[in-house]
C-alpha cells in the first residue's frame, strides 16, 4: 500500500504543478512573450490566460507602460569646437511585445546609443550660443530621428528632453562676466533715465509753480488796486457830497501835523506846499471869531498873553 501512496503523491504534485504552469495570470498595461518549443507561439495580454504546460513558456514579460529613462552627461562638440556636456531624458512606450523582444536584443542600450550619436549630429552643426537657446529645436530634431529608428522595434519615443547643457568652465566664467556686464550696463542705463526723467519733472513742476504764483499775484494786484480804486471813489464821493469848504480842509491839514511828528526817530518833516494856505485860511477865522468875541478894549492884540513853545529836538 505505501508504494501506492506514493505514487498518488507524486501525481497530485505532478497536477499541482501542471495547473500552475497552465493558468497564468498577466497583470495591467503589461503582456508576456509565449514560445512553444523556442519558437513564439502569441502574445498573453493582461488578464487569467491557458497555456501548455512543460511545452509552452514564458520567454519575457515587458511593460507596456510610459517608461523614463534618463541617460548620463555626454561630452558633445558643437560647430565652434567647444565640448558641452549634455543630458537627456527620454520618454518611451513599448507598442508591440514582440518586436521588442526579437527585432533587438536591449533596446534601452540601443535607444541611449542612437540618441548619442544623434545628439553629436545635430549639435555639430551648431555652435555654442545656439545650443544653450534652442532646446525645443534639439528636442524636436532629438526626438524625430529616435521615433523614427525605434519604430522598427516596437517603440514609440514620445519626449525627448534635455535636462542640462554645460559648456566648459572657462566658457561659463566668460559668459558670467558678460552677463554681469550687461546687467551693469542696463542697471546704469536704468538710472540715468531715471535721474533725468527725475530732473524734467522737477522743472516741469517749479515751472508750473511760478505760472500759478505769478497768477496768484496778478490776481492778488488787481483786487488790490480795485479795492484802493473803489475806497478813492467812495472817499471822492463822500467829498463831494459833504461839500466842504476852505476852512475844513485847512483844520484838516493841522490834524494831521500830530501824527506826522509821532516817533522819537522823526527828525525831518516834510511840510507840503500847501500848508501855508491851509494856515492862513485858518488865520483867518479865527481872526473873524475874534473880532465877535472881543470887540471891547483899549485895542490890544488878542494873542498878547499867549506864550511861545517850540518842539525839543531831540539828537
Same mark, same amino acid.
Do not use: C
Given at each position: 500500500?505505501?508504494?501506492?501512496?506514493?505514487?498518488?503523491?507524486?501525481?497530485? /504534485? @505532478?497536477?499541482?504543478?501542471?495547473?500552475?504552469?497552465? !493558468?497564468? $495570470?498577466?497583470?495591467?498595461?503589461?503582456? &508576456? #512573450?509565449?514560445?512553444?518549443?523556442?519558437?513564439?507561439?502569441?502574445?498573453?495580454?493582461?488578464?487569467?490566460?491557458?497555456?501548455?504546460?512543460?511545452?509552452?513558456?514564458?520567454?519575457?514579460?515587458?511593460?507596456?507602460?510610459?517608461?523614463?529613462?534618463?541617460?548620463?552627461?555626454?561630452?558633445?562638440?558643437?560647430?565652434?569646437?567647444?565640448?558641452?556636456?549634455?543630458?537627456?531624458?527620454?520618454?518611451?512606450?513599448?507598442t508591440d511585445a514582440r518586436a521588442a523582444t526579437y527585432e533587438v536584443a536591449s533596446y534601452i542600450q540601443a535607444i541611449e546609443q542612437?540618441?548619442?550619436?544623434?545628439?553629436?549630429?545635430?549639435?555639430?552643426?551648431?555652435?555654442?550660443?545656439?545650443?544653450?537657446?534652442?532646446?525645443?529645436?534639439?528636442?524636436?530634431?532629438?526626438?524625430? /530621428? @529616435?521615433?523614427?529608428?525605434?519604430?522598427?522595434?516596437? !517603440?514609440? $519615443?514620445?519626449?525627448?528632453?534635455?535636462? &542640462? #547643457?554645460?559648456?566648459?568652465?572657462?566658457?561659463?566664467?566668460?559668459?558670467?562676466?558678460?552677463?554681469?556686464?550687461?546687467?551693469?550696463?542696463?542697471?546704469?542705463?536704468?538710472?540715468?533715465?531715471?535721474?533725468r526723467q527725475a530732473a524734467i519733472l522737477t522743472a516741469e513742476g517749479e515751472k508750473q509753480s511760478q505760472i500759478l504764483r505769478a497768477?496768484?499775484?496778478?490776481?492778488?494786484?488787481?483786487?488790490?488796486?480795485?479795492?484802493?480804486?473803489?475806497?478813492?471813489?467812495?472817499?471822492?464821493?463822500?467829498?463831494?457830497?459833504?461839500?466842504?469848504?476852505?476852512?475844513?480842509?485847512?483844520?484838516?491839514?493841522?490834524?494831521?501835523?500830530?501824527?506826522?511828528?509821532?516817533?522819537?526817530?522823526?527828525?525831518?518833516?516834510?511840510?507840503?506846499?500847501?500848508?501855508?494856505?491851509?494856515?492862513?485860511?485858518?488865520?483867518?477865522?479865527?481872526?473873524?471869531?475874534?473880532?465877535?468875541?472881543?470887540?471891547?478894549?483899549?485895542?490890544?492884540?488878542?494873542?498878547?498873553?499867549?506864550?511861545?513853545?517850540?518842539?525839543?529836538?531831540?539828537?
Open positions: 500500500m505505501e508504494p501506492v501512496i506514493i505514487v498518488l503523491i507524486i501525481l497530485v /504534485v @505532478l497536477v499541482f504543478i501542471a495547473l500552475i504552469k497552465t !493558468i497564468q $495570470v498577466i497583470p495591467q498595461a503589461s503582456a &508576456a #512573450i509565449v514560445e512553444r518549443f523556442g519558437r513564439y507561439t502569441r502574445t498573453l495580454n493582461a488578464g487569467l490566460n491557458i497555456v501548455v504546460p512543460f511545452i509552452d513558456t514564458i520567454r519575457n514579460r515587458i511593460d507596456l507602460r510610459e517608461q523614463v529613462v534618463p541617460f548620463p552627461p555626454q561630452p558633445v562638440i558643437t560647430q565652434d569646437n567647444l565640448v558641452v556636456n549634455i543630458d537627456t531624458v527620454i520618454y518611451y512606450q513599448v542612437l540618441t548619442v550619436t544623434t545628439l553629436r549630429n545635430i549639435i555639430g552643426g551648431m555652435d555654442l550660443e545656439r545650443t544653450l537657446t534652442s532646446r525645443e529645436e534639439i528636442n524636436a530634431a532629438l526626438r524625430g /530621428v @529616435l521615433d523614427e529608428a525605434t519604430g522598427k522595434w516596437g !517603440i514609440r $519615443v514620445n519626449r525627448v528632453e534635455l535636462k &542640462a #547643457i554645460e559648456p566648459p568652465t572657462s566658457i561659463q566664467d566668460s559668459m558670467e562676466k558678460q552677463m554681469r556686464a550687461d546687467r551693469d550696463k542696463r542697471a546704469a542705463i536704468l538710472t540715468a533715465e531715471g535721474t497768477e496768484g499775484e496778478a490776481k492778488a494786484a488787481a483786487l488790490r488796486a480795485e479795492g484802493e480804486a473803489q475806497a478813492v471813489r467812495t472817499v471822492f464821493e463822500a467829498i463831494h457830497a459833504g461839500d466842504p469848504d476852505q476852512k475844513l480842509l485847512s483844520y484838516q491839514y493841522l490834524q494831521m501835523l500830530p501824527k506826522i511828528a509821532e516817533g522819537d526817530a522823526n527828525k525831518l518833516w516834510i511840510v507840503p506846499s500847501e500848508i501855508g494856505d491851509a494856515l492862513k485860511g485858518l488865520s483867518g477865522a479865527m481872526g473873524n471869531l475874534g473880532g465877535l468875541g472881543g470887540g471891547s478894549g483899549n485895542g490890544t492884540s488878542g494873542n498878547s498873553g499867549t506864550e511861545r513853545r517850540e518842539k525839543p529836538s531831540i539828537d
